[in-house]
């Protein structure tokens, strides 16, 4: 992965560039043991929190539902990051695998389990809720869709709201992919996530 976007350190900051930066360092991210680095060495902002700062206004409010839905939800630790392997498997994003295979190791995630969504596989997983929870994110990371069987299952083992925030957390993580891919120039692996061939054919 080549970054596209320069990095900035805190002194480069404008006034609300540094109140995203803030809310991401200083928030709920940044409580207790860190599983991966937020900052490099020189301060600056990694991964796809880097590309937030163009637009504050925005970044503000796109880093909070990040916040959200990982701090406050009524999803369990291990959905959640499961939920997350099957986005980063599906894009195939590098920095989301490694970051959040960090934070699923912290939260009682086995290698084994971790692999097998790494390849796009769903593990044996011991509780039953969390098969049907990985089965729905990986349902609407590939095809932004549920069945009827798909829907009442998920409803059945999450709840409504438990639903609810597993779309808005499989669609900002596929939103955090697309951006490691146009701003950090991070590039899939073959077979997982690729990226369509063009729609504009050569020239003869």
Not at 6 to 13: E, F, I, R, V
């Given at each position: 992965m080549t970054d596209r976007l320069?990095?900035?350190?805190?002194?480069?900051?404008t006034n609300e560039q540094a109140e995203v930066y803030r809310?991401?360092?200083?928030?709920?991210?940044?409580?207790?043991?860190?599983?991966?680095a937020l900052v490099d060495e020189k301060g600056c902002l990694r991964g796809p929190f880097n590309a937030m700062l163009l637009s504050p206004p925005v970044g503000l409010r796109v880093q909070a539902v990040g916040a959200a839905v990982r701090y406050h939800s009524v999803l369990s630790d291990r959905v959640r990051e499961l939920a997350i392997l099957a986005v980063a498997a599906h894009?195939?994003?590098?920095?989301?695998?490694?970051?959040?295979?960090?934070?699923?190791?912290a939260c009682g995630l086995t290698d084994e389990e971790m692999a097998a969504v790494r390849a796009g596989g769903l593990p044996e997983?011991?509780?039953?809720?969390?098969?049907?929870?990985l089965r729905a994110a990986t349902a609407l990371a590939a095809s932004g869709a549920l069945t009827d069987e798909e829907y009442d299952a998920a409803v059945t083992a999450l709840g409504e709201r438990?639903?609810?925030e597993l779309t808005v957390l499989v669609g900002y993580y596929a939103m955090l992919a697309l951006q490691l891919r146009v701003f950090a120039g991070e590039r899939p692996e073959s077979g997982l996530g690729e990226?369509?061939?063009?729609?504009?054919?050569a020239s003869p």
């Open positions: 320069a990095g900035m350190t805190p002194d480069q900051l809310a991401i360092t200083v928030g709920p991210r940044a409580a207790g043991p860190q599983a991966f894009w195939g994003s590098d920095f989301e695998r490694e970051a959040h295979e960090a934070v699923g190791r997983l011991a509780d039953a809720g969390e098969g049907v929870a438990g639903l609810f990226a369509p061939a063009s729609r504009h054919p």
